[in-house]
């Protein structure tokens, strides 16, 4: 019996450590702090310019970035031209096209991206989920998956935390901050 209340333990204790990666995570829900209201079609329709870093779980800074987006809306699909450049020399380019299948929701495809990406817009807030093969500094890439939060500022700017999670494990944050070009 001693043992069986060891085992019932041991996997509380798993469940509950597995459950902490997605405590703390905003929410569709949660109480609107603006009466702004985010358009993306509107919002990366044009030039954008994005900074950004990666902080892994422990809270290290490890990578930072910026990236060139050239977007273009044609009223039901959003086509974004990334441009990445990291700051140790490295690039990336990444096109998504983003489909608006509803009045607050989207689904996009970029390479890389496993099956569609699924978001929605309420308010000044944009949730946006999706699994991709990230490319890695050392040319492989790693299977992970982002649950994407972005908000719009009072000064324009755009807001986005991404958690990011390999097996259920959460693996660090992106931090990003877009702002449109003239």
């Known amino acids: 019996m001693k043992l069986l209340w060891r085992g019932v333990a041991a996997s509380v204790g798993v469940v509950a450590l ?3 990666g997605s405590c703390g995570r905003p929410s569709l829900e949660d109480a609107k702090l ?3 209201q985010l358009n993306l079609e509107e919002y990366f329709d044009g030039k954008t310019v994005a900074y950004g870093q990666f902080k892994d779980r422990f809270g290290t ?3 930072r970035f910026k990236v060139e987006i050239d977007g273009a809306w044609d009223g039901k699909t959003l086509t974004l ?3 990445f450049a990291y700051a140790d020399g490295t690039a990336e380019v990444r096109n998504w096209s983003l489909t608006k299948t509803g009045d607050d929701s989207w689904t996009g495809t970029a390479p890389g991206v496993q099956g569609q990406a699924t978001g929605r817009e ?11 093969d990230l490319p890695m500094p050392d040319g492989e890439t790693m299977r992970v998956a982002f649950d994407d939060w972005m908000w719009l500022q009072e000064d324009g700017r755009l807001l986005n935390i991404a ?4 097996f259920g494990v959460t693996l660090g944050e992106v931090t990003i901050f877009f702002e ?3």
């Open 163 to 166: 958690y990011m999670e390999r």
């Open 34 to 36: 603006s009466d702004r």
């Open 81 to 83: 031209k990334e441009q």
């Open 61 to 63: 800074v490890r990578r």
């Open 18 to 20: 597995l459950g902490l």
């Open 122 to 132: 309420v308010g000044d807030t944009f949730n946006w989920t999706y699994t991709i």
């Open 180 to 182: 449109q070009r003239p």
